[in-house]
């Protein structure tokens, strides 16, 4: 999370306006939106329709595939958010949780939770490795604990395969995707960053990792000195040193926000300064400049729209706000929350 705040600081004006041409159909989608606490918005009006305070700061949220649970991670804990009550109802762990990840059937859920803070605060000070983090399977079914494993200290993403077959976690400091079972059993690593002049990785900042829908390939974003690429693994081959293609990024700055559109042919990129629908290596890369920071992303179910939100919509309020999108990049509609500095979006499916 720490690593996703430090390219959040650059924003610009307050948009507001959209063009009627550019409306949709309705949906009857919401964008959940997070900083320290959860705001609901109707995505076809752009209207707020709830609000749930928390005093934690959010670092991922993930809803079930039928939509009936938000598990949301937090600098304190793992929690569980019912959408139709709009309330916080369970806790899944009381631990801090850096990143979380829920199964397409919704009985599992995947999070990470970093080492303890003060033996990380003592490592840093010493010079000496951090404490590793967990990695914790969760039954949905039960609510409670089925297993943990440890993963390298700096992991911030976790992500399952549609079959829930495979777990990925992003270890940004070896600049790898760790490839495990669900029971815990380490399957793969695979280097993501570009290699330098000796055929080593070279020193990269990582990106969210995203499972394209059909399970076939996995992107992640790096960014190293000379530009960004965006990673792609391929998950259905046998484990090999060639399964990673990197097709490099015209983007104006670091890559923010991934996920693959609704229909699960190209990848929902927002950087600073801009936002691109990539539908792969070869295609034309089409970037439109944004007048805001839009640091995360989501596609809106059954339609070619998505929603993006930043932390800063106006530099004169300092309020944050939310965007729907056209497949073009075009603003349909917008609301500022003059309460919140969004970083997070989930679309509730």
Known sequence: MNSKLLSFVLAGALVLCASPALASGTTGATAWVSSNHIQVIDIDNGSVVGRLPLREFIH???FSGTGDRLYVGTSQALRVVDPEQMAFTAVLSARRTKAVAVSNDGDQVFAIHPGDPDLSQQARKA???LPLATLTHYSTE???ENRSWQVPAMSFDV???PAGDRVFVLD???GQVQIYSPTGDLLDKVTV???DANGRPQQAMLGWMAVSPDGQSMVVPVTVATGAVLARVDLSSSPSAQRVSRDPLKANGRVQGLAWNAAGDGVLITSVGGLCNYTGAGSEQTWTPQKV???DI???PASSHSVAVAPVFSEKNKSGGVSILSERGEIVRSIELSDMSPFFVAVRP
């Open 127 to 129: 010079g000496t490795p």
């Open 60 to 62: 991922e949220m993930q």
């Open 142 to 144: 039960t609510m409670s």
């Open 172 to 174: 940004p400091t070896a």
């Open 298 to 300: 989501e596609p809106v």
């Open 159 to 161: 992500a399952i395969s």
């Open 293 to 295: 920071n839009y640091v």
């Open 193 to 195: 960053a570009p290699p």
